[in-house]
């Protein structure tokens, strides 16, 4: 129950006021493991949930009742490898761009970031036909760039070279980890379903 009041107020704290939760957030000193259980896992068990039952609602081809799992487990998939190779890939990069290396940093800056993207695609999910509602998920940009600047190790130029190499690093990741992990888990589906 704690843990689930947690999760909200940092959702809406991130969303509200990002430069003070950006304060907050650096005070603390929690860890990777911290800020995984305690925020990213339950948001993405909610869009799993969600997609499940948006596909339950929503399915006009009378697929088999195992569909549903399948954007289920993508979605919780491409989410969470995003953030994991994202934050990896980030690390191994900026000290071409900033003397910083502080992979707990960069994972909670990409991980707070996608909140945004995390609300609209629990909607969406749900509700597919409201799919549009899904570009207010650059606001994620506006508070990645909010997180940098609370960072008192980056600055000046540095911060807007990180924040450019970020956002393009978790955009290309996201859409190249969706694109391979749909064609992975829809064939494998529609291989078993098709061979029973």
Same mark, same amino acid.
């Given at each position: 129950?704690?843990?689930?009041?947690?999760?909200?107020?940092?959702?809406?704290?991130?969303?509200?006021?990002?430069?003070?939760?950006?304060?907050?957030?650096?005070?603390?000193?929690?860890?990777?493991?911290?800020?995984?259980?305690?925020? *990213?896992? &339950?948001? =993405?068990? +909610? /869009?799993? !949930?969600?997609? %499940?039952? #948006?596909?339950? $609602?929503?399915?006009?081809?009378?697929?088999?009742?195992?569909?549903?799992?399948?954007?289920?487990?993508?979605?919780?998939?491409?989410?969470?490898?995003?953030?994991?190779?994202?934050?990896?890939?980030?690390?191994?990069?900026?000290?071409?761009?900033?003397?910083?290396?502080?992979?707990?940093?960069?994972?909670?800056?990409?991980?707070?970031?996608?909140?945004?993207?995390?609300?609209?695609?629990?909607?969406?999910? *749900?509700? &597919?036909? =409201?799919? +549009? /509602?899904? !570009?207010?998920? %650059?606001? #994620?940009?506006? $508070?990645?760039?909010?997180?940098?600047?609370?960072?008192?190790?980056?600055?000046?130029?540095?911060?807007?070279?990180?924040?450019?190499?970020?956002?393009?690093?978790?955009?290309?990741?996201?859409?190249?980890?969706?694109?391979?992990?749909?064609?992975?888990?829809?064939?494998?589906?529609?291989?078993?379903?098709?061979?029973?």
């Amino acid at each position: 129950m704690t843990d689930s009041i947690i999760t909200v107020k940092r959702l809406r704290n991130i969303l509200i006021q990002p430069l003070k939760e950006w304060e907050v957030i650096n005070l603390e000193n929690h860890t990777v493991k911290q800020v995984r259980s305690s925020f *990213l896992l &339950p948001l =993405l068990v +909610l /869009i799993a !949930i969600s997609a %499940i039952a #948006g596909s339950f $609602i929503y399915n006009p081809r009378g697929l088999s009742f195992l569909y549903p799992l399948v954007p289920a487990v993508k979605h919780f998939l491409a989410l969470y490898l995003t953030i994991v190779l994202s934050s990896w890939a980030m690390n191994e990069i900026s000290l071409a761009i900033v003397p910083v290396k502080d992979y707990t940093f960069i994972y909670k800056l990409i991980t707070y970031s996608l909140s945004p993207f995390f609300v609209t695609l629990f909607i969406t999910r *749900l509700i &597919p036909e =409201l799919d +549009l /509602i899904n !570009i207010f998920g %650059i606001y #994620g940009g506006y $508070i990645m760039f909010c997180g940098l600047r609370a960072y008192e190790k980056i600055s000046g130029q540095a911060l807007i070279r990180y924040f450019i190499v970020a956002l393009f690093t978790v955009i290309v990741f996201y859409f190249g980890i969706s694109w391979i992990i749909n064609s992975l888990i829809e064939g494998v589906y529609f291989a078993l379903t098709g061979s029973l």
